[in-house]
């Protein structure tokens, strides 16, 4: 079950969405060439925390939601990258 508002990307070249959620801002977006969506987790600042592939939106976007809310033991690198 999908959480978040969604919401088009203005000036997109291709079909694509956003939201924020739990800190995270989250994206997914039409990949025409290969028949599939991409979905991103970022923090705030751009830094990709998370990606993958799905084969329709509905499924992009449940993918995004379920890494966004997800708990992840920190590991030193994520540590690092977050604050560094």
Known sequence: MRIAS????P????AAFATHL???????????????WHWRVATPHGEVL????????TAAEQAAEDEATAV??????LLERLLG
């Not at 969604?6 to 990307?9: G, V």
């Not at 998370?50 to 939106?57: L, N, T």
Request: proline fraction near 14%; charged fraction near 25%; avoid cysteine.
């Open 50 to 57: 998370a990606s993958g592939e799905a084969p329709d939106m």
């Open 22 to 36: 739990h800190g995270r801002d989250l994206v997914v977006k039409a990949e025409p060439a290969h028949h599939d």
């Open 11 to 14: 000036g997109a070249s291709v």
């Open 72 to 77: 992840h033991p920190p590991t030193a690198e």
């Open 6 to 9: 969604w919401h088009p990307e």
